[in-house]
């Protein structure tokens, strides 16, 4: 097995995402509820959001809950409905600890009253902190964000502040939720899916891909190093050439 190579070794990116994938699988083949695969899972954004902020990246991008898992049971979703009071009960002091900031990336129009409130608190008692910025998305859809990116950007157009010759990648990017965000270095998925499923279509253009059979609960700081690793041996050229 090949040694993993110390971070003083390692470029590390800027901007990280991680479809967390393979909760419910983990969680069977330990003869237990999917439930609490979803449990250890949201536990492990923790693990693995403090392991990034000590590597010095910059921005860590977790798809908690896609907007088409409202489809799942639905003792499957209500429970994963609670799990941001919880989030926040248990995680604020180490966030705080860790100088990190929280926001939330998706849609607004399809979660409770609640849940919008513990969202908008999370992410005001966080905005000031300057260390590594943990985006949750959350009832997020990669199509949904373009739609809306391209309803505002019309809306733009029709009050006249948008010129239609003058819409281009980087002022679509500016409507994205991850407009504040650096550019997505790499994208990795465990669990042994080899598909994007609707995350992060546009950022993951020019992205370097990761796919891990390891489940999301097992996935580890050492995971994320090999991860790491192998992100340092692609040759980036963004369709170009090197010289």
Not at 106 to 133: F, M, P, Y
Request: with cysteine.
């Amino acid at each position: 097995m090949q040694k993993l190579k110390l971070k003083e070794e390692l470029k590390i990116p800027q901007h990280i995402a991680i479809i967390l994938d393979g909760n419910g699988r983990w969680a069977k083949k330990r003869h237990m509820p999917r439930t609490y695969g979803h449990q250890k899972g949201v536990e492990n954004i923790r693990t693995i959001c403090i392991k990034a902020s000590e590597l010095g990246i910059k921005a860590l991008s977790v798809y908690a809950f896609s907007t088409e898992n409202w489809s799942r049971p639905k003792d499957e979703v209500d429970f994963l409905m609670k799990l941001p009071k919880e989030f926040e009960k248990r995680f604020k002091d180490d966030f705080k600890k860790y100088d990190i900031k929280v926001m939330f990336s998706g849609r607004k129009t399809h979660l409770s009253a609640e849940n919008l409130e513990i969202l908008e608190r999370i992410t005001n008692n966080t905005a000031d902190r300057q260390g590594l910025v943990l985006n949750i998305c959350f009832d997020y859809g990669s199509r949904t964000e373009i739609v809306e990116a391209v309803q505002k950007i019309s809306q733009g157009v029709l009050d006249g502040k948008i010129k239609p010759n003058e819409i281009s990648e980087v002022n679509i990017e500016e409507y994205l939720y991850t407009k504040d965000l650096p550019q997505l270095d790499l994208l990795i998925r465990p669990s042994g899916e080899i598909r994007l499923s609707n995350f992060l279509l546009w950022q993951a253009a020019y992205a370097e891909l990761y796919f891990t059979k390891t489940y999301w609960p097992a996935f580890s700081g050492k995971d994320l190093m090999e991860a790491i690793t192998e992100y340092n041996k692609r040759d980036r050229r963004f369709g170009g050439l090197k010289g």
